[in-house]
């Protein structure tokens, strides 16, 4: 017995040592093929980019349309179509002939809506099918989870909808971009929006998701509602997914508050909001002062689902399908003769990322990420559905105009559900790079991948 | 007879398991499994089964709550790379010793009850953790977003050793080896190798015949004045540091670690693995672990277009009546091919995938053996 | 004094919830011994019943929105309302009770096939295979719903004249400001009436005699020669109505969407087993007690006390209720500790 085990080990070793060998070659081949940067593309006639979106779970629909924004983006980068926004965006570098000559290909992931899900498949569309640029995302934690992935492994990540502060403030990456806009802004372009329509006198209740988006939104919005006068009377942070949120909203009724702020996303914000109409909080009166629920991050999609409830309740979005100018007007023709219905705020940023990314590779020549990393800090632009915006170099946070919306009274159809109340100008929502929400992340230096 | 004995080995058992994993890169890669990222996880979430099935496959007790275990195995190693050093060796060994007594605590607990009432015990654990690591416990978990690496890390030990700065973040090492990429694949597939091995001499020691001596009548053991109660912990206690383990390698190939690792979907999945590989079988939770694993990560990345590729070999019409049969199952839709399967799993093959194979086996085995005899009187 | 009066009552109306989630899956149990984690499949089946039938009934004219030219945007006017005024417009108000007409033939319909297409060639295997069994089921089921209605919640609203508040406080003249939802109050009650339904029914029918008896020994009724097969079969169907049934009446409170069934899995599982498996009555109570305490942790004043307990309260107690009762409340001895 003792004898075989010694000899066992032994022949453990060896194969083991023989394994390694047989498959080390494979493994010196891949990165020696990598010189310069991960996944050039080299001579081939074609440039391939990763959608990681999510395709299961309660994002799921939003995932589809950012897909379908993607595919449409795709296939005008390849000159197919009527072109979208590449008639509208300047300066404008992109030839419709794909990026650099190249054929623009892509692979597809599903993030799940978790960390873990996102970020392995992130790793499959570098580690296997050589994805140049990732982009995507439907949540601030899966954003800032594959943001720091790719600044890992070397390659552009270009965030799709997420509203954290923390996704370019205390966790920004260099490799890493975002177009969608943040906590801070939505508190910014309320504020005096709130001032003007319920005055400066109000008590404010929060409830608040608890989780990290959560958090952020709640103090960029208390700060701005503090800085218009109101009172904050409660913060209560309510577990993310309750479902029912009867036992949060019942003190609401006794806390002598007027204003009702719902820090809720997606499924959370139907929830709450139906519940906090049912409560009859909308219908009531609150020391002469008529009861009233804000929504600060709202999307189309989301306020869909709460049906009637959304009438008449601000929020804030980073953008809608009504709006008249020329790059919004040819991004809804496209999508809405392509797919047959509008486009939501989360297609729209994806859209616009995948053409901004693809103009800065045009831009700098080439796709290594340092380039492109270059070629995007402190870019301006304009044509792309939310006026003159500038991509910073200290935060890589795009800075534009932020809409503040409002659920319809009376639709014109299933899709009119917000008005756009107004469009808050770039100035206003603006901030320094250091400021007390974003302060605490480093940039770090760009990453090439290469080994 | 001498074959069997042969089969029966573990000397042959190990080399075959250990060619076998090692060899994964070549092998799977024509089904297009042969990255690393997917590699590790295979490895990683054998580890896991082959821990999970020591306590559900010996002892019969099904425990909800093993995904608590795994996260708690991650944090520590993280934890571990911020604080201390970016070797993977404490890391992993930190894992393992915090999800051990983790498991222990939650062992001693919940082993004061069986059946059902032992499971929603262990459940009830697990969600709590996960409730609060998403929330409350953020200053240590980092939350929504997952404990990461930052350049402000400590570092202590390597600050010691040298004293260069570090441009950007590191990156996890064994003595100089960058564990990501196929170097941290052939650790993790090292580490399940002996994992399997541990496993192996486990189920075949009077400790295991003890374990499973539980599972088929408890009430007599104990009647023979027998008491269970340490050998049911110590079983909880070593599954539970199998699950940091593979917490642990998850964050030495990939240093993040998420909340939701442990909730209740988790620990489920790593019940799904063992039943639909093969529960109480050694190789069985491996196999099943990386079927899951390779639906989640294979076919929900079909999209028409690829589909379209797919398919390409076939005429126009055709080509497009596949696509619309299969696509429904793929990409999105590939939680309803996962379901299906399940379901046809357990309906057809109660004993999982080891019995499909030892169905197959049996009759190959019969038909040769019987051509093996005419040949010996011809 | 307002604010706990409002606590209990929330924590009643939730317990109502629980309870009538629990009851459903621990008849099914009791009578089947079926670990079925399809059970909150069917409660989503039950709230799409709402949502198929609202569908139907505003079944729309759809004109065409011309200001809008690059897709077809509508407005759209329910036939119903077109055909009969307000009559029709009073109809589709009435969509959630009318579904609760149309759910218990459907459900029961639903139930039925499961057990015998699916269910009844899994009574003899283990715990775990049933599990896995019903759970590939659950996420079929799941996933079908999905392909046909997308992942995002749909509104359901209940009808006009309980969409609002009721004034609870001046009418059993306490203060003003204890207001609560009509809709959550109709639930509470249809829940107190649904439980007391199952009860009487199992408790002065004959039907639920052999069922009561055929719990306690299978065997022995058996061999009296009734086919108690068939009747657990009937059982099961009845555990389906009302999954479906719960699940109707709160679609109005929770817009359903596919996942709604397994984010209540998991809590109706722990329910059960703290009421004691098999037990009906346990499941109730349990319900109940959960439901209290769920409210009473998430107050303001015990949150500052305990930061977090509200995300862990049901765990927590049913934790110390396993500890200290080995059987949940009312289970049977030996019952699921094999």
Avoid at chain 3, 86 to 97: F, H, K, N, S
Wanted: overall charge neutral; glycine content about 12%; some cysteine.
């Amino acid at each position: 017995m003792k004898e075989t085990n010694i000899s066992r080990r032994s022949v453990l070793k060896g194969t083991a040592a023989l394994g390694l060998a047989g498959t080390a070659p494979m493994f010196f081949v891949r990165n020696a093929s990598a010189a310069g940067y991960l996944n050039d593309p080299g001579s081939a006639s074609s440039v391939t980019l990763g959608f990681n979106v999510p395709q299961t779970g309660a994002y799921a629909d939003e995932g589809a349309d950012e897909l379908r924004a993607y595919e449409l983006a795709v296939s005008h980068l390849n000159g197919e179509g009527d072109g979208g926004m590449m008639n509208t965006m300047k300066p404008l570098s992109l030839k419709g002939n794909g990026i650099l000559g190249k054929k623009v290909e892509y692979v597809t992931g599903d993030t799940q809506t978790k960390s873990d899900a996102a970020r392995a498949s992130a790793k499959r569309m570098i580690e296997k099918d050589g994805a140049v640029m990732i982009t995507g995302g439907s949540s601030s934690g899966v954003a800032i989870a594959v943001q720091g992935l790719c600044q890992e492994a070397g390659v552009i990540f270009m965030a799709g909808l997420t509203h954290s502060n923390d996704t370019t403030g205390k966790d920004k990456r260099r490799n890493g971009f975002r177009h969608f806009f943040n906590g801070y802004m939505s508190g910014a372009a309320l504020g005096p929006v709130l001032e003007k329509a319920y005055g400066t006198e109000r008590n404010a209740y929060h409830l608040t998701a608890d989780y990290t988006w959560g958090w952020t939104q709640e103090a960029s919005i208390k700060a701005s509602t503090e800085n218009i006068g109101w009172n904050t009377s409660n913060t209560v942070k309510t577990p993310v997914g309750a479902g029912d949120f009867s036992q949060y909203i019942t003190p609401v009724l006794n806390s002598g508050a007027d204003t009702l702020i719902l820090n809720h996303y997606g499924k959370d914000m139907i929830n709450s909001l139906t519940q906090a109409v049912q409560f009859g909080l909308r219908d009531k009166n609150v020391n002469g002062k008529d009861f009233v629920i804000i929504v600060p991050l709202y999307s189309r999609l989301m306020a869909q689902g709460a049906g009637e409830a959304v009438k008449g309740i601000f929020g804030s979005t980073n953008w809608h399908w009504s709006l008249a100018d020329e790059g919004s007007k040819a991004f809804v023709k496209s999508f809405g003769e392509a797919y047959g219905f509008p486009p939501s705020q989360a297609a729209h940023t994806c859209y616009v990322q995948a053409l901004l990314y693809a103009d800065a590779c045009e831009r700098a020549g080439t796709f290594m990420p340092c380039e492109v990393v270059n070629a995007l800090e402190g870019h301006k632009f304009d044509g792309m559905g939310n006026g003159p915006t500038e991509y910073r170099a200290e935060d890589h946070q795009c800075f534009k105009d932020v809409l503040v919306v409002k659920g319809k009274d009376n639709p014109s159809s299933q899709f009119d559900v917000l008005e756009v109340v107004e469009v808050t100008p770039r100035a206003q929502v603006e901030y320094a790079p250091d400021n007390e929400f974003f302060a605490g992340g480093d940039l770090g230096p760009c990453n090439n991948g290469a080994a | 007879m001498l074959s069997k004995k042969i089969a029966n080995s573990e000397l042959a058992i190990m080399l075959i398991f250990s060619a076998v994993v090692l060899t994964m890169p070549i092998w799977l890669a024509p089904i297009g499994a042969g990255y690393p990222d997917l590699l590790q996880k295979f490895a990683i979430f054998g580890l896991f089964a082959i821990g999970y099935n020591i306590l559900f496959g010996m002892t019969g007790y099904l425990s909800f709550g093993h995904a608590a275990f795994l996260g708690v195995g991650s944090y520590a190693a993280v934890w571990s790379f911020k604080l201390l050093t970016m070797n993977v060796l404490p890391a992993v060994l930190f894992g393992v010793l915090f999800s051990g007594a983790f498991a222990f605590l939650i062992g001693y607990v919940s082993l004061r009850r069986s059946g059902i009432y032992f499971s929603i015990l262990t459940l009830a654990f697990a969600q709590m953790s996960y409730n609060l690591a998403y929330s409350v416990l953020t200053p240590i978990t980092n939350g929504e977003t997952g404990l990461q690496l930052t350049n402000k890390d400590p570092r202590i030990i390597d600050s010691l050793l040298s004293s260069e700065p570090v441009i950007g973040l590191p990156s996890t090492v064994l003595f100089g080896i960058k564990m990501s990429g196929y170097s941290g694949f052939y650790f993790c597939a090292v580490v399940l190798i002996l994992g399997f091995f541990i496993a192996l001499r486990i189920s075949r020691s009077p400790f295991g015949l003890v374990l499973k001596g539980i599972k088929s009548n408890q009430t007599r053991m104990k009647f023979t004045g027998f008491n269970t109660r340490p050998y049911m912990i110590t079983a909880f206690v070593i599954s539970g540091m199998y699950a940091g383990l593979a917490g642990s390698l998850m964050a030495v190939t990939d240093p993040l670690a998420g909340a939701e690792r442990m909730q209740w979907t988790a620990s489920g999945e790593v019940v799904l693995m063992t039943i639909l590989g093969g529960v109480g079988t050694l190789i069985g939770p491996v196999l099943g672990a990386g079927l899951i694993k390779y639906f989640e990560n294979i076919f929900s990345a079909f999209n028409d277009r690829a589909l379209h590729e797919l398919f390409a070999f076939l005429p126009d019409g055709v080509e497009n009546l596949f696509v619309t049969i299969v696509s429904p199952f793929v990409g999105e839709g590939w939680h309803l091919t996962l379901g299906v399967l399940f379901m046809i799993i357990i309906v057809f093959l109660p004993g999982g995938i080891i019995q499909g194979i030892e169905r197959i086996n049996n009759r190959f085995f019969k038909k040769s053996s019987s051509a093996k005899s005419d040949s010996n009187e011809s | 004094m307002d604010a706990i009066f409002l606590q209990i009552l929330n924590g009643l109306d939730k317990g109502g919830a629980y309870a009538l989630i629990a009851l459903g899956l621990t008849l099914a149990f009791g009578t089947l011994g079926i670990v079925n984690f399809a059970h909150g499949a069917l409660f989503m089946l039950g709230a799409f019943c709402a949502v198929s039938i609202q569908a139907l009934l505003t079944h729309s004219k759809k004109v065409k929105d011309e200001s809008i030219t690059f897709f077809d945007a509508y407005k759209e006017q329910p036939y119903l309302e077109i055909w009969w005024g307000d009559l029709g417009t009073t109809i589709i108000d009435y969509a959630v009770p009318i579904s609760i007409l149309a759910a218990i033939p459907i459900m029961l319909l639903i139930g039925l096939s499961m057990e015998r297409g699916l269910i009844r060639f899994f009574y003899k295997r283990t715990h775990a295979e049933q599990i896995l069994v019903t759970f590939g089921l659950a996420i079929v089921i799941q996933e079908l719903i999905k392909a046909n209605f997308g992942s995002n919640p749909i509104p359901t609203p209940a009808p006009d004249v309980v969409s609002g508040s009721a004034n609870i406080g001046s009418a059993l003249g306490l203060s003003d400001s204890i207001v609560y939802p009509w809709w959550r109050l109709i639930y509470l009650a249809f829940s107190v009436i649904i439980l007391a339904a199952v009860f009487a029914f199992l408790q002065f029918t004959t039907f639920g005699m052999v069922v009561r008896a055929g719990m306690h020994d299978r065997d022995m009724v058996n061999l009296l020669g009734i086919d108690v097969e068939k009747k657990f079969t009937i059982v099961f169907g009845l555990a389906a109505v009302v999954a479906g049934l719960a699940g109707v009446m709160y679609a109005p409170i929770l817009p359903p969407d596919y996942h709604i069934g397994m984010d209540f899995l998991v809590l109706s599982f722990v329910v059960v087993v703290v009421g004691g498996m098999g037990s009906l009555g346990g499941a109730v109570a349990a319900g109940f007690l959960l439901g209290i305490l769920q409210s009473f942790a998430s107050m303001n004043e015990v949150k500052s006390l305990f930061p977090g307990i509200d995300q862990i309260i049901i765990y927590l107690v049913a934790v110390v209720i396993l500890l200290v009762r080995p059987r949940g409340l009312m289970g049977r001895k030996g019952v699921m500790e094999e």
